[in-house]
Nanobody, 122 residues
Framework: QVHLVESGRGLVQSGGSLRLSCAATGSIFSIGDMEWYRQATGKERELVAEIFRNGRTNYADSVKGRFTISRDAAKTTMYLQMNSLIPEDSAVYYC????????????????WGQGTQVTVSS
């Protein structure tokens, strides 16, 4: 089993910053792509940012230039640095990590974090 623990929830004013983290523990042989999603009230979950196994990153247009995704050297913890926050960024943020659990496992399985609330006041 793999567990993802998110931290960094908070309430900030417009223009402020927050950093979210997502730590993966458990049965991990290899970690693949790591992703951040968010879901605002009444809206569908959307991809915010992703970091691929090779280190390449990708961002939603709405957060480009403001958010930065990164990971630690062990590739078991992922971060989302959010700057210049606006009220439209308010949502529950979820991390998703693709994990190969053992050498006997042929592919990667996606695991979700529990979600963390980010609220940006105007």
């Amino acid at each position: 089993q793999v567990h993802l623990v998110e931290s960094g929830r908070g309430l900030v004013q417009s223009g402020g910053s927050l950093r979210l983290s997502c730590a993966a523990t458990g049965s991990i042989f290899s970690i693949g792509d790591m992703e951040w999603y968010r879901q605002a009230t009444g809206k569908e979950r959307e991809l915010v940012a992703e970091i691929f196994r090779n280190g390449r990153t990708n961002y939603a247009d709405s957060v480009k230039g403001r958010f930065t995704i990164s990971r630690d050297a062990a590739k078991t913890t992922m971060y989302l640095q959010m700057n210049s926050l606006i009220p439209e960024d308010s949502a529950v943020y979820y991390c998703k990590v693709w994990v190969r659990e053992s050498i006997r496992t042929s592919g990667f399985t996606g695991y979700w974090g529990q979600g963390t609330q980010v609220t940006v006041s105007s």
